[in-house]
């Protein structure tokens, strides 16, 4: 017994010398990101590659500027990372004179932060200021006296540490919760704070609890699932997303990696929190871009610009080990300087972290289209390629740089974005809160001017919009926006489907308000707009497109309006042009149905033009009757016909919405068929490609096409002996789906799949039972 305790006793002793001996443990500087084995890789890259001894050369250009004049502080990792390549003392002299100057000062607080209640001690501009002094001090540390140490170590914890941790993270004097500024402010003033502790850990007994502190916070942050009452958003998209527009997702998601990165440099195998969604949020980043000839663009919804890069989260992730040669594709489209945050190759950090791009490929191998079903972002695209064809569309939220564009899309073409987002402006401007945040900068249903109550801008969406049902089957795709919940003062039902069938993307309008008035479809063109007979065409440089308004009236061929008052009318607004100093002006469209109803179907076809003059169109008919909206479109030599049944738009409940349309007989909310060029009536035999949306059959001459017990979303498509379906809406699905012949192949939900073949039938069963559940887990 007594062996026993003495073996007690010393492993107690030996627990705490240990613990002791880390303790006392000093780090050799530096540590957070220029570490001596990144260093010598530099060192060795200036010598065998031309363009990173071409970019090191241009750093070096730009730190010796520095030190006669410009912003030396805003770049102080120019200067910092000079001194350690050269060791040349005037880049140390000069990140000196920075640090002592900035940590002398008796505060970091901004004075009208301060003068709120409670008063705000960090805000962006201290966050700035801590990542300007751990990476100043990481870099020059040794070159420090003593005494000069400890003031820029009191000063960075007096002014910018403390008062992040204490506002932020420190119980007893936290005033900030993830719930109210748990967004791209939190990362910042959180993590950065957690940087300069991490840079002053051989100084500062205290540092190595906040920067434990900052890691469990940030963790919490990234995990953060929203909240109803206040309604704000969960952090992150579960498929890698951050719904605060891209370039608030790229800021935010930076200031966090940058942490993480750091900390991984500073205690190299410790582990740290890894949010499963770490290893998507590259992808993400990657589907809202477009690559084209020049400058890369991006998905531009909320505040954000179209030329805005993300390669900065994209080569922290790569740095992290989130590799993927899919990353490295991005890296080579992005251009130098295209950005302010950017860490391009010309940057300290940007060339240090400068993956080997060997094995970046042409074209990047992911899919052509992405849901980001959390924050309700939907991407399709007809190829990787520069140049191609991209539609974006957002509903999901209204919340901190988030507009109130429920159901709006973004087209890019030919290099173009042929129909745009308003944009924004600077934040102080009156036409930020008053135009650009408001639904009518986007391209939305209004119904008597009105579709998100302006409130929102400021107090968020109760009510989520949503997209649901993407379907990509090549050159036919789908997706569904419900904008119905961020508009819910004005519609009872605001459904946006996006059905693009080769040249052509529909984009029906389901609406129907409290009361009757009047409807319009709004249109924001992105470059020299005219109306052209019953079209209004769209041109930027080798860009061009017809936007074709089909239902519930046309557009009048030709200019004499009042001779037909019940056609479409094409109203020019003029309104406040995006970050314009100079109070220009630009005009978009509206789209307004002349007559007063509670409920209509819009039907507008955008036709994709290969070139300014191109000539080989797709010839689209209408098609109606009392109970059914259609279109017919010709082109490539197939004929679709896309049925839109007016029975199945909510306005009868337990009778089911059974139509008939040239002998097609279907309880489906929207039906299309596919057949030859110049066939009069096509029996299932004939038909190639069915499309179906919220349909649970389909017949036709005494013959079953598509069976289940509920209704369903499908695109299939058969080719020569091979099938192809889409089938998805339910979680378990039992259907049925004639089949002439027995297919040689069949791909269901783009896997390779065993079916079972009785008399003409292809039975088919989908259990996603088990990954639905785990899916609505919040982690």
């Not at 010598?40 to 363009?51: E, G, V, Y």
Request: with cysteine; aromatic share 10%; hydrophobic share 40%.
């Amino acid at each position: 017994m007594k062996s026993k305790n003495l073996l007690a006793v010393w492993m107690a002793i030996l627990v705490a010398l240990v613990a002791n001996a880390q303790k006392n443990t000093s780090l050799n500087h530096p540590y957070l990101f220029f570490t001596p084995n990144k260093l010598a890789i530099l060192k060795q890259r200036i010598q065998t590659d031309t363009s990173i001894s071409n970019n090191w050369a241009s750093i070096i250009k730009e730190a010796d500027g520095l030190l006669i004049k410009g912003d030396a502080k805003a770049k102080i990792d120019w200067l910092s990372l000079a001194y350690l390549m050269t060791n040349d003392k005037k880049y140390a002299d000069k990140v000196k004179d920075i640090l002592i100057k900035l940590c002398s000062k008796p505060t970091w607080s901004n004075e009208e932060m301060m003068n709120r209640s409670p008063a705000w001690n960090s805000d962006l501009v201290t966050a700035s200021n801590c990542w300007t002094v751990a990476i100043g001090y990481d870099a020059i540390y040794d070159y420090l006296t003593k005494e000069e140490r400890k003031t820029i170590v009191d000063g960075v914890v007096h002014n910018g540490i403390l008062p992040a941790l204490n506002d932020w993270v420190l119980p007893g004097t936290r005033i900030h919760t993830l719930n109210s500024m748990g967004h791209n402010w939190w990362s910042s003033c959180v993590d950065m704070a957690g940087l300069a502790a991490m840079a002053v850990l051989n100084d500062n007994e205290a540092a190595s609890g906040w920067v434990e502190a900052v890691s469990k916070g940030s963790e919490e942050w990234m995990r953060f699932t929203g909240d109803e009452l206040q309604f704000k958003p969960r952090t992150m998209d579960r498929s890698g997303g951050m719904y605060e527009s891209v370039n608030y997702a790229a800021f935010g998601m930076s200031e966090y990696l940058f942490f993480k990165l750091a900390y991984a440099n500073t205690f190299p195998g410790k582990k740290q929190s890894e949010p499963p969604v770490l290893k998507k949020m590259a992808d993400y980043f990657l589907q809202v871009s477009y690559p084209r000839t020049g400058q890369i663009y991006s998905l531009d919804f909320g505040d954000h610009h179209i030329t805005t890069a993300v390669e900065r989260p994209v080569k922290l992730l790569q740095a992290l080990g989130y590799q993927s040669n899919n990353n490295l594709w991005y890296l080579n489209q992005v251009e130098n300087g295209q950005h302010r945050e950017g860490l391009f190759t010309n940057t300290p950090i940007g060339i240090v972290y400068m993956p080997d791009m060997s094995k970046a490929p042409k074209v990047p191998d992911m899919p052509t289209s992405a849901l980001f079903a959390d924050m309700d972002w939907g991407m399709m695209r007809n190829s990787w390629e520069k140049d191609a064809t991209m539609l974006g569309v957002k509903s999901g939220y209204t919340w901190n740089h988030s507009h109130a564009d429920a159901n709006s899309f973004i087209l890019f073409h030919k290099g173009e974005d042929i129909i745009k987002d308003a944009g924004n402006s600077s934040y102080g401007t009156k036409e930020y809160s008053q135009y650009f945040c408001q639904s009518e900068a986007h391209n939305v249903m209004l119904f008597n001017g009105k579709a998100q109550p302006k409130e929102q801008e400021y107090n968020g969406s109760p009510l989520r919009g949503q997209l649901t049902e993407l379907m990509d089957a090549g050159d036919m795709k789908y997706i569904l926006a419900n904008g119905v919940g961020p508009t819910s003062a004005y519609f009872s039902r605001n459904f946006r489907h996006f059905l693009w069938l080769g040249k052509v993307i529909l984009v029906i309008d389901d609406v129907k308000a409290h009361e009757t008035g009047k409807f319009q479809w709004l249109l924001h063109p992105g470059g020299t707009a005219k109306k052209v007979g019953g079209d209004i065409s769209i041109v930027k440089n080798n860009a061009a497109v017809l936007v074709r308004p089909l239902f519930p009236e046309t557009l009048v061929q030709t200019g004499y309006d009042h001779d037909f008052p019940e056609k479409m009318k094409l109203e020019e607004v003029i309104a406040p042009k995006a970050r314009d100093e100079k109070n220009l002006t630009e005009i978009y469209y509206s789209i307004n149905y002349p007559q007063e109803v509670r409920q209509t179907k819009f039907i507008t076809a955008i036709i994709l033009k290969d070139s300014v003059n191109d000539k080989n169109l797709p010839v689209i008919e209408r098609l109606h009757n009392e109970t059914m909206n259609g279109v017919r479109i010709t082109q490539d030599g197939k004929v679709m016909e896309l049925y839109l049944n007016l029975l199945a738009d909510g306005h009868i409940m337990h009778l089911n919405s059974i139509n008939s349309f040239n002998g097609w007989e279907t309880d489906a909310y929207l039906l299309g068929i596919t057949y030859p060029q110049g066939m009069k009536d096509a029996a299932p035999a004939d038909v190639s490609d069915y499309f179906m949306a919220y349909g649970s059959y389909i017949r036709k001459d005494g013959q079953t096409v598509f069976n289940s017990l509920s209704k369903l979303y499908m695109i299939a498509r058969k080719k020569g002996t091979a099938l192809d379906i889409v089938l998805q809406g339910q979680p378990l699905i039992n259907a049925s789906f004639y089949a002439p012949q027995k297919p040689a192949s069949f791909i269901l939900n783009h896997q390779p799949s065993t079916f079972i073949y009785q008399q003409n039938m292809l039975g088919i069963r989908i259990d996603n039972s088990a990954r639905d559940f785990a899916e609505g887990q919040p982690y």
